[in-house]
Structures are given as C-alpha cells and as structure tokens.
C-alpha cells in the first residue's frame, strides 16, 4: 500500500487546459473519490495517475516516489475500467492469471493469487467460463478479480459501474467498499455519481471545469459545502436554491424573498445589506406549518412508502420537500414549509460562496 501526492497538477490539450493546477494528498489506505459532471476532467486525471497521459505540469507521488516519467507497468497500480476490459478467447481464469503469466511469475504462486482473488469475489464456481457466459456484474467481479491478483500500492477504478442496472449498482458498491474493507489498498475511484461518492469514499474531492470545488469526508461536504455547486451537486433529491435579497435590522440579519416572505438567515451568515443570496435549504430539512414559513404550490407528490416526496414551485422557482410521514395533498393546493435554520446555508448570488463570519 501507498500514500497518493498531486501537486499543482496542470493538463493541456493542444492550447485548451482541461486540469487546472490540482493538489490532493490521499492517505495511505484510503478510499478516495474524485467526482463531478462529465467533462470536468476526473477521468483524465486518473490517466495521468495510471500513466496512460502525460502530465503538463506538476507532480504525481506514489509511496513518495516522483512518478512522472515512470511507465505504467512499473507504477505498481491496477486499473478497473468501465468497459470490463476482459480478454474473451480466455476464460475468467485466464483472464485473471494473464498480468502474472506475463511478469513470468512462478505457476503455483499464481494458481494461489487466483483462488485467493476467487475467494474473496465469489468467484470460484465461475473460473472454467468465458466472458460470454458471464451477467454483468460478474464480467466487473472478473475485472476487479483481475486487479486484486497483481497485489498493487494503489487501486484505480474508472466509473466502473456505469454499465450496470440500478439495482446491480447498489450491490456491487456495497461489494466494492467491503473489498476495500478488507484489502485496504489505496484506492482512487473516478464517478459523476454523487451517490456513489457519498456511500463509497472516505474522502471525496468535487472537481468542475479542471478544479477542485471542494474535499472532505462525505459527511463535511454534505453538512458544510462552502459553495452553492458542492451544495447543488451532493445531496439526492438535491438542495433547493432560493434568491432573496440579505437584510440587517439592529444585529439581526434575515433574507427577503422575492415575494416578500422574510426568513431568519442561518446562524452565523455574514453579508451586506441589500446584497443579493440564494438560501439554501435541503428537501428532508423542510417542517410542513400551518402558516408562516414558505408558502409553497404543491405540483406533484411522490408517495415511496418509507416518505414522501413533494415537488412544489413557490414564485416561478421549483422545490423538493420530502417527509417521513404520509400526506394526502391536492396539486394546486398551497402548503407552507419552514426551513430548519441550523442547517440552512446563505450563498453570495453573484459568487455562489458560501456567506459564512
């Protein structure tokens, strides 16, 4: 195992710059998750680790060693992709057993790194087949099988689970966390699923456009984003934005919606009066009043059993309120929701950071 340094990371293509001066430190066995929107450059990012891209500018350290001009095969890394990537003349046996045939390792110690593979992904009853004969999330297993044999420093895993259906999703990420339960190896896992991020990571590195928004553990980002993107994009059903203007009255500092409801600002948010915020507030931190609060239309509701879902709109701006308890409301009606102000955040309209003393 081995710790993973970025520093000030820089990629061109051609004259675009896609990575903009990165730094992320990731522990000696740690889970890390670099997650954004596509194109905001993650995938690339964990090329350059592997050493499938060059790098610009900058530096990447692995167990402490300076790895930049060192080729992949000596990076003592393993790669999982989307795509499988699976040999299909061989079986998953072969398959398995194929980088360590190539390193010349001896035949037995390699039988023994494929059971022992086999082993831990339930693997064993399957190593006489051929990819073929294989669902999908077997082909992932076989693929992540493949990668555990080679015993690396560090695991890297490139939206692995981007081909598989909603349910089978769920199971192998709960079967990829226990892998690294066990093994723990340092991982770096590449997805723009943010769900994926949240249950997966110890620590989660939010990117858009080249940069880093914002890192912590799962439950930092989620509880304190310092701007209204990392806001937006953790968080399923996502966390409702409301433009308002910031009022101070005496010490006490409020926001003026556009319609002229008036709410309490979050505690210790910082602003100008007059300066133009968005308030945010998550679905599940919204209380149903009687009056005050928000008053809300109520467009569709969403009954799932556990809770229920409510997509209301409240002066042209859409938002989600969910409920642990059942509610019986009638489209067009109004109801009003008052916002739990502890966990509330103010953002600048014009930055989108986090309005915070």
């Known amino acids: 195992m081995a710790s993973v340094q970025i520093r000030g990371i820089e990629k061109y293509f051609g004259s675009t710059q896609v990575i903009c001066g990165v730094d992320i430190d990731i522990e000696d066995g740690q889970f890390a998750v670099l997650v954004g929107p596509s194109g905001c450059g ?122 598989l259906d909603a349910k089978l999703r769920v199971a192998m990420r709960s079967e990829i966390k226990e892998l690294h339960q066990r093994l723990k190896t340092t991982s770096v896992y590449v997805t723009h699923d943010q769900i994926e991020a949240m249950t997966m990571g110890d620590k989660i590195v939010v990117m858009r456009d080249g940069r880093i928004e914002q890192t912590g553990s799962p439950l930092d980002l989620y509880d304190h984003p310092e701007n209204q993107f990392v806001a937006g994009f953790i968080g399923s059903p996502a966390m409702n934005f409301l433009p308002g203007t910031l009022r101070r009255s005496g010490g006490a ?69 969910v409920f642990r308890e059942r509610h019986d409301f009638t489209p067009g009606s109004t109801i009003h929701l008052l916002p739990d102000l502890q966990r509330a955040h103010l953002f600048d309209a014009s930055t989108g950071q986090r309005l915070a003393a």
């Open 253 to 321: 500092v409020g926001v003026e919606l556009r319609d002229g409801t008036r709410l309490a600002a979050p505690p210790g948010s910082d602003g100008e009066d007059g300066q133009p915020v968005i308030f945010g507030t998550r679905p599940e931190h919204l209380t149903l009043v009687d009056a005050g609060g928000i008053p809300t239309e109520v467009i569709v509701m969403e009954p799932t059993g556990m809770d229920t879902f409510i997509a209301c709109r409240h002066e042209g701006v859409d938002l989600s309120a």
């Open 42 to 163: 993650k995938s690339t990012l964990l090329r350059m680790l592997a050493g499938l891209e060059e790098i610009t500018h900058g530096e990447i350290l692995i167990g402490g060693k300076v790895v930049n001009r060192v080729p992949p095969k000596e990076r003592d890394i393993a790669m999982v992709f989307q795509n499988y990537a699976l040999y299909p003349h061989m079986t998953v046996r072969q398959n398995m057993a194929f980088a360590l045939e190539l390193a010349k390792q001896d035949k037995a110690k390699i039988a023994d790194k494929v059971a022992r593979a086999a082993d831990i992904l339930a693997l064993g009853s399957l190593l006489d087949r051929y990819p073929r004969q294989l669902s999908g999330g077997q082909r992932q297993r076989v693929a992540m099988g493949r990668a555990i044999v080679r015993d690396p420093q560090v695991f890297l895993f490139d939206e692995p689970l981007s081909n």
